[in-house]
């Protein structure tokens, strides 16, 4: 059970992970919780408010609230963020507070990637990846299961390897069908991930890293920075040792509990949006409709509490989300809307 103490509340909601931490006014990272999006954002989001109300105790407060990841505006109205940043400026920020000097990060997520280029704790330059899965932790999760081992062993195999062998790694497809032939030839399974490795980095610095900068000292973010394989890799293509910082696979929600602390903290009083660890118990819910008012036929979601709207985007005018709480538009029927009444 946590003390008696104020925190900020930082979460990054993505496809693959929500990952919630909590900042005490120390600067200290008081918890960390990772759990499985599934598909499931608005539910996953009310189970960790659960999960902190278990632990943060009836005297402790939250008293400031930051999101970020794709999903950072769903979360952002269930939680009642101050603050709502990109994975970007998360990422940067996070690292800027535990090593001042970092120059570059290589983030690698469940399902993209990305590397920020800083110069002088400013975001000098960036590059994402969402298409290509070929780098990505969902991939090594692939497989992992399809070789019948551990993600969490798949690095420390790799470490083991006496002879990497060469892996296409520029496609899923085809790097998991260059893997199938080698294991046929019959390669040992630590070259065979070894190798894998090798080709993720590979396909990482020539998509995501091209023409960029990169010098150190480097940061290794994301889930496959659990990876010592990818990081032995990496300090390999890149001539240079590879930081893994303690809080590695929760940076973006680290950082977005640093910028709740800004936001805060420049107010002449402590208050904050949150909405309170209640919420975990509210009914949410969510449906879309097209409206037909023009060409456009924008696709606008709708989040309801308890059957009331509690926010809608998606509308390129604001025709919709900003009759939120008016009366505008507001108790109408699904099908009333579809018509663009």
Not at 166 to 186: N, P, T, W, Y
Not at 271 to 292: H, K, M, P, V, Y
Request: with cysteine.
């Amino acid at each position: 059970m946590l003390g008696n103490d104020n925190y900020y509340l930082g979460a990054d909601v993505g496809s693959v992970s929500t990952n919630l931490v909590l900042l005490s006014e120390k600067n200290e990272v008081a918890l960390t919780l990772y759990l499985r999006t599934q598909g499931r954002p608005m539910q996953t989001i009310q189970e960790g408010i659960k999960v902190l109300r278990s632990k943060i105790g009836k005297s402790a407060k939250i008293i400031g609230v930051g999101t970020t990841g794709s999903a950072r505006q769903l979360a952002a109205t269930l939680l009642g963020a101050d603050v709502i940043k990109n994975e970007i400026t998360a990422h940067a920020v996070a690292a800027s507070r535990v090593n001042p000097s970092v120059q570059t990060i290589l983030e690698i997520g469940g399902q993209d990637s990305k590397i920020i280029i800083l110069r002088d704790g400013v975001v000098s330059d960036f590059a994402m990846n969402t298409v290509c899965a070929a780098g990505t932790g969902s991939f090594l999760d692939q497989q992992a299961a399809r070789l019948g081992i551990p993600i969490e062993e798949f690095g420390h195999l790799a470490l083991e390897a006496a002879s990497p062998v060469k892996i296409a790694g520029r496609c899923s497809v085809f790097a998991e069908s260059d893997m199938i032939h080698k294991q046929q030839l019959g390669h040992a399974l630590p070259d065979i991930l070894a190798g894998l490795c090798q080709a993720m980095v590979r396909n990482y610095l020539n998509n995501v890293g091209k023409n960029k900068d990169i010098r150190g000292p480097i940061f290794f973010q994301g889930g496959v920075a659990a990876n010592p394989g990818i990081r032995k890799a990496f300090e390999e293509e890149l001539g240079q040792p590879i930081i893994v910082p303690e809080h590695f696979g929760v940076m973006g929600a680290l950082g977005a509990a640093y910028l709740a602390q800004e936001k805060v903290g420049r107010q002449s009083e402590l208050r904050t949006r949150f909405r309170g660890l209640q919420l975990g118990d509210i009914q949410f819910n969510a449906r879309s409709f097209e409206c037909s008012g023009c060409a456009n036929r924008c696709e606008v979601v709708e989040i309801l509490q308890e059957g009331s709207i509690l926010a809608r985007w998606g509308d390129r005018c604001g025709k919709w989300a900003n009759a939120v709480g008016k009366g505008t538009y507001k108790g109408k029927s699904q099908e009333g809307e579809q018509q663009g009444a």
